[in-house]
């Protein structure tokens, strides 16, 4: 049974071997160049990933959780969609070091569009890649190309948002010692916002989590928690499904 949960958790690293060892057997040629090939990337990876994690960590923690859903979040609408495109625009480097990046303001807010208009943006109209199609392509092929891009990333980032919600994502479960607010989940009561009002507010029809930099008073904490209707409100993984369990002067409610 371990050996067949192992080989589902890696169902994708056994398929390309699987692979490799047919390219072997039947175009040894292909399957040494494939091999060669794949040497390069991932010395490439090794050599630019440290730095991107690094650059991350230091975002993740330069940038407050409240300015990421106020500019990239559900409620940024234009200017989320403005700012996601020229983010991903003036990047640099290949389209794998965007994942970590991403992934940190998914955690911190950002809205599942605007993540597909950065990742996006980032594989297609970036600035380097835009100047060099210019110069071999000519400003008017350059120029089509990229509005016709734009229009089907818009496309296509707003059909992802309506098909994938951010919690269906498999984000990092570290996520969990964060407080959270489900906004799916959220019916825009405004009971947090009125117990709490120093982590809670209300922007549009729904309540956010406030980047206060203080410490959280457990005791609100929970019974803001144990309050919320809909059970939409999360800290260290506890919500109101657990509040019988729960004391309010528990540290980690």
Same mark, same amino acid.
């Given at each position: ?6 080989? &589902? !958790?890696? $169902?994708? +690293?056994?398929?390309? *071997?699987?692979?490799?060892?047919? @390219? ?6 292909? /399957?040494?160049s494939s091999i060669k090939n794949s040497v390069y990337y991932i &010395? !490439?990876? $090794?050599? +630019?990933?440290?730095? *991107?994690?690094?650059?991350?960590? @230091? ?6 959780? /409240? ?122 009561c405004t009971l947090c916002s009125k117990n709490y009002p120093e ?54 409610l």
């Open positions: 049974m371990k050996i067949l949960k192992k080989a &589902k !958790e890696n $169902l994708f +690293i056994i398929l390309i *071997i699987l692979i490799y060892i047919v @390219l072997f057997v039947f175009k040894q040629d292909m /399957g040494l &010395k !490439e990876m $090794l050599m +630019i990933m440290p730095v *991107i994690f690094v650059l991350t960590a @230091l975002l993740d923690a330069w940038i407050p959780r /409240g300015k990421i859903t106020k500019y990239l979040g559900e409620e940024s609408k234009s200017k989320g969609v403005i700012l996601s495109f020229v983010l991903g625009s003036i990047s640099a480097g290949p389209v794998y070091a965007a994942f970590p990046f991403c992934v940190m303001l998914l955690k911190k807010g950002a809205s599942v569009r605007n993540i597909v208009i950065i990742l996006s943006s980032w594989a297609v109209i970036k600035a380097p890649m835009l100047l060099n199609e210019t110069k071999f392509l000519g400003v008017k092929f350059m120029a089509v190309r990229w509005v016709l891009t734009v229009i089907a990333i818009m496309i296509f980032s707003w059909l992802t948002a309506k098909m994938v919600k951010k919690e269906e994502i498999p984000l990092d479960r570290e996520d969990k010692s964060i407080l959270q607010i489900n906004r799916s989940a959220c019916m825009g982590t809670f507010e209300m922007r549009g029809s729904k309540a956010i989590v406030k980047d206060t930099g203080s410490t959280l008073d457990t005791v609100k904490l929970a019974k803001v928690i144990k309050d919320c209707p809909t059970n939409a409100i999360t800290y260290n993984g506890i919500n109101a499904a657990l509040r019988d369990s729960v004391p309010n002067n528990d540290p980690k």
